[in-house]
């Protein structure tokens, strides 16, 4: 299982569809609209969005809208069975909101389902033959590989259900998990990563009342998606670029990279360029070329709930293997949730004591 399109519910279409071109660098692919609804897709090469708008009251953009603010709206999954997906997701008790259906688009057959996810939240999953790839190449090289995680925030005390949830519909299992606490928020994290193709899909709970978390819940109106990670295999260049088109990113401390040296032994070739770049970095002691390296957008929506991430993954070989990084670093995690946290005293939501 992997990541396939995701859907965004927007004010306006047209304006989204000119930011993701014009601040991320993505390439505007198609457009459609119906009585109630506009659409536009951007894509940058296998990362695909598709950012839909009301245009009536009828829209279900128009429903969605009036509980949450613009967001994401659908995470799609690309399955090699999509049968035995949704007969697993329908013995677990899911909600199917649209079966199994099938199209022929472009030369490429595919099978598509929906399913309620959490809160409001829902999952297309598809199955395509006739293409590996989810987008046809571009002419225009991408600044992006691919979606690396999108990380779901519940509310407190509902993180065990919800990762009981994705294990027993979709198949996750849980990895990694953090707890990070502060003298002034907490929260507490579960990645959960799927066997069959590794999407991974972490999911936080708020740990204190003022956590980043709850206010993301707060400001959100509920459960949903707080950020999404783009891999790339330069992000120092494409910070640069993305910073010549005007986008904004969560600032890092100088004393974050002098501190992160002491501990560490290893410096990279470009850590000038990283640190000047504002990128956190992290990586084990045995492999430590195998860097992961980090960079956090601030939010893109009017209030306080979505952003991105951008992420590279370095690897060394080791006795002639391929070692690359895995997995998500307690110390780049710790160095986000308190850059986020200098923002919420910025907004006036986190009182600092």
């Given at each position: 299982?992997?990541f396939?399109?995701?859907?965004?519910?927007?004010e306006?279409?047209?304006?989204?569809?000119?930011?993701?071109?014009?601040?991320?660098?993505?390439?505007?692919?198609?457009?459609?609209?119906?009585?109630?609804?506009?659409?536009?897709?951007?894509?940058?090469?296998?990362?695909?969005?598709?950012?839909?708008?009301?245009?009536?009251?009828?829209?279900?953009a128009?429903?969605?809208?009036?509980?949450?603010?613009?967001?994401?709206?659908?995470?799609?999954?690309?399955?090699?069975?999509?049968?035995?997906?949704?007969?697993?997701?329908?013995?677990?008790?899911?909600?199917?909101?649209?079966p199994?259906?099938?199209?022929?688009?472009?030369?490429?057959f595919?099978?598509?389902?929906?399913i309620?996810?959490?809160?409001?939240?829902?999952?297309?999953?598809v199955?395509r033959?006739?293409?590996?790839?989810?987008?046809r190449?571009?002419?225009?090289?991408?600044?992006?590989?691919?979606?690396?995680?999108?990380?779901?925030?519940?509310?407190?005390?509902?993180?065990?259900?919800?990762?009981?949830?994705?294990?027993?519909?979709?198949?996750?299992?849980?990895?990694?998990?953090?707890?990070?606490?502060?003298?002034?928020?907490?929260?507490?994290?579960?990645?959960?990563?799927?066997?069959?193709?590794?999407?991974?899909?972490?999911?936080?709970?708020?740990?204190?009342?003022?956590s980043?978390?709850?206010?993301?819940?707060?400001?959100?109106?509920?459960?949903?998606?707080?950020?999404?990670?783009?891999?790339?295999?330069?992000?120092?260049?494409?910070?640069?670029?993305?910073?010549?088109?005007?986008?904004?990113?969560?600032?890092?401390?100088?004393?974050?990279?002098?501190?992160?040296?002491?501990?560490?032994?290893?410096?990279?070739?470009?850590?000038?360029?990283?640190?000047?770049?504002?990128?956190?970095?992290?990586?084990?002691?045995?492999?430590?070329?195998?860097?992961?390296?980090?960079?956090?957008?601030?939010p893109?929506?009017?209030?306080?709930?979505?952003?991105?991430?951008?992420?590279?993954?370095?690897?060394?070989?080791?006795?002639?293997?391929?070692?690359?990084?895995?997995?998500?670093?307690a110390?780049?995690?710790?160095?986000?949730?308190?850059?986020?946290?200098?923002?919420?005293?910025?907004?006036?939501?986190?009182?600092?004591?």
């Amino acid at each position: 299982m992997e990541f396939d399109r995701i859907q965004f519910y927007v004010e306006n279409a047209k304006v989204s569809r000119d930011w993701f071109v014009n601040q991320l660098g993505f390439q505007s692919i198609a457009r459609s609209a119906n009585s109630h609804t506009h659409t536009e897709t951007v894509s940058s090469g296998n990362v695909c969005f598709v950012l839909s708008s009301p245009l009536t009251s009828a829209s279900p953009a128009a429903s969605w809208l009036k509980y949450h603010p613009p967001g994401i709206f659908d995470v799609g999954f690309r399955v090699e069975n999509i049968e035995l997906v949704i007969a697993r997701a329908t013995t677990a008790g899911a909600k199917i909101l649209k079966p199994i259906e099938e199209d022929l688009t472009a030369g490429v057959f595919c099978k598509r389902a929906k399913i309620a996810g959490w809160g409001d939240l829902s999952h297309t999953l598809v199955e395509r033959m006739g293409e590996n790839s989810l987008l046809r190449a571009s002419a225009k090289l991408p600044l992006f590989t691919l979606i690396d995680h999108v990380v779901l925030n519940v509310a407190s005390g509902d993180l065990s259900s919800a990762v009981s949830w994705y294990q027993k519909v979709l198949g996750f299992a849980p990895q990694q998990n953090f707890d990070i606490q502060t003298e002034k928020s907490a929260l507490r994290s579960q990645v959960m990563v799927h066997a069959e193709g590794g999407a991974q899909f972490p999911i936080n709970e708020p740990a204190s009342a003022n956590s980043q978390i709850q206010e993301f819940l707060s400001a959100n109106r509920g459960p949903g998606i707080q950020h999404m990670a783009l891999q790339t295999t330069d992000i120092v260049g494409v910070v640069t670029d993305l910073r010549s088109r005007g986008l904004s990113f969560l600032p890092v401390p100088p004393t974050y990279y002098s501190e992160l040296q002491q501990r560490q032994n290893y410096v990279p070739a470009d850590w000038q360029a990283i640190a000047a770049s504002e990128v956190l970095a992290d990586w084990q002691e045995d492999t430590p070329a195998a860097m992961l390296l980090q960079i956090f957008t601030q939010p893109i929506f009017a209030e306080p709930t979505f952003f991105f991430e951008i992420i590279e993954r370095r690897f060394t070989f080791v006795d002639n293997k391929k070692v690359q990084a895995g997995g998500f670093g307690a110390g780049n995690f710790r160095a986000l949730f308190e850059a986020i946290e200098r923002e919420q005293m910025k907004r006036g939501s986190l009182i600092d004591d």
